[in-house]
Structure formats: C-alpha cells, structure tokens
C-alpha cells in the first residue's frame, strides 16, 4: 500500500469504521448512564440560594478559591487547551467542511493563520499539564493508564495535523494520512475512556446539583 492507497483508505473506509464505532459506543454509553434509574426522593425539598443544578454547572466550571493560585498550570493549562482544541476542531475550515459532508451542518471559520497558532498554544498548554502531573508526586500517583492514554489519543490529532499544515517531517500525503487515523483512533476509543466527559460533564453537574439542591446544599 503506497502512500495515496493508504489516504484513500482512512479517508473512506477507515472513517467510516471509526465514525461507525464512535455512534454507536456512544449511543450505547448514554443508554447506559441514563437506563440505570433513580429512586425517587421522597424528602420535602430545602429552598436554598443558589443551590440548583444550573448553579453547579456555573460553580464547577470555574476554580475553586484560592485553587488557581495552588496549581495555576492544571487550571489555566486546562482552560488553554480545552477552548483551544474546540477552537481547531469546530473552526478550522477543512474539519468544518468535512462535518458538513458527514451531517449537512456548516458555519463559517477562522483564517488558517490564526487556527496555527491556536494549534502551536494549545500543544504547549497540553505539554506544560502533562509535565505538572508528571512532576507533582500526588498527581503521578493518582495518574493512571488511563489518564496518559487518553492524553496521547488528544495530542496526537493536534501534532499531525498541524505538522501536515506545515508540510514537516513526512511527505505530505503520508502526514495527512496520519492525521486522519490518528483522529479515528481519537473516535474510536472516546466512548470507553475518560474522553467520554466531553458528552457527560455537564448533565453530571447538574444532575449533582438537582440532588443536592434539593436537600438545600449548594455545592
């Protein structure tokens, strides 16, 4: 399989397995979560400022005080890369056009110029958390497989893509090529791992809101 074979390859077959896995692992993955069912709380609700799901969503988005002065580089970093990645993901032209073809959906983007220096910002923020946790002794020991997996799936999709923009180190057919597997590995392994927040983080704040606002504790 030569170079093109092997574009042609993750441009067709290869997204189609990887999107295919993606919906359905998510698809089933939500089941899940949601099928699962709660007793209902029977206790007479507590009205308490503040104390809401909405609320939560608000207060969990944000450091907690005095937080971002103890560990400014998981805060800011994770900020950096978090709006940064969205930014190249959902902005960038070519990965605008390519949503449009899978689901009819388009907007406009941003100048390329622009999305390479998002890209260049946000590869530094991913690396500088990574060498926290690496260096912070009860980071690493938290750190599982997991974690570092799920980090190399993320930065992956970042360094090709940007080093096939930039036409460096591979030729560029190979680059790009690359940059595509890499992003279906991305969609195939995110409904199983830690990635799968990107689908949950904000229906689990506010369903621990909901609960606890309930009982009048805002947290």
């Known amino acids: 399989m030569n170079d093109m074979q092997f574009l ?10 990887a999107v295919s896995i993606f919906l359905l692992g998510v698809i089933w993955r939500l089941f899940e979560i949601y099928s699962i069912g709660r007793k209902q709380d029977l206790a007479a609700p507590r009205s308490t400022p503040g104390a809401s799901g909405l609320h939560t969503i608000f207060r969990r988005s944000v450091p907690p005080e005095g937080m971002m002065k103890r560990s400014p580089v998981s805060y800011i970093g994770g900020y950096v890369f978090h709006i940064g990645l969205a930014i190249v993901v959902f902005l960038f032209a070519p990965h605008i056009l390519l949503i449009s073809n ?14 390479d220096l998002i890209t260049v910002v946000t590869m530094a923020a991913m690396v500088l958390v990574l060498f926290d946790r690496i260096n912070k002794p009860v980071k690493r020991f938290l750190s599982t497989f ?22 460096l180190l591979l030729p560029y057919t190979t680059m790009l090529a690359l940059h595509i597997l890499s992003v279906e590995l991305l969609l195939v392994f995110l409904p199983f791992t830690k ?15 909901k609960i606890n606002g309930h009982k009048g504790v805002a947290v």
């Open 102 to 115: 899978l689901t009819g959906l388009s907007w406009p983007g941003l100048p390329s110029q622009f999305i």
């Open 146 to 167: 997991g974690d570092w997996f799920t980090w190399t799936l993320t930065f992956l999709p970042l360094l090709t893509g940007w080093l096939s923009v930039q036409h």
């Open 195 to 209: 990635l799968f927040h990107a689908f949950t983080v904000f229906g689990s704040r506010w369903y621990i809101g």
């Open 8 to 17: 042609t390859w993750v441009r067709g077959t290869g997204l189609d397995i």
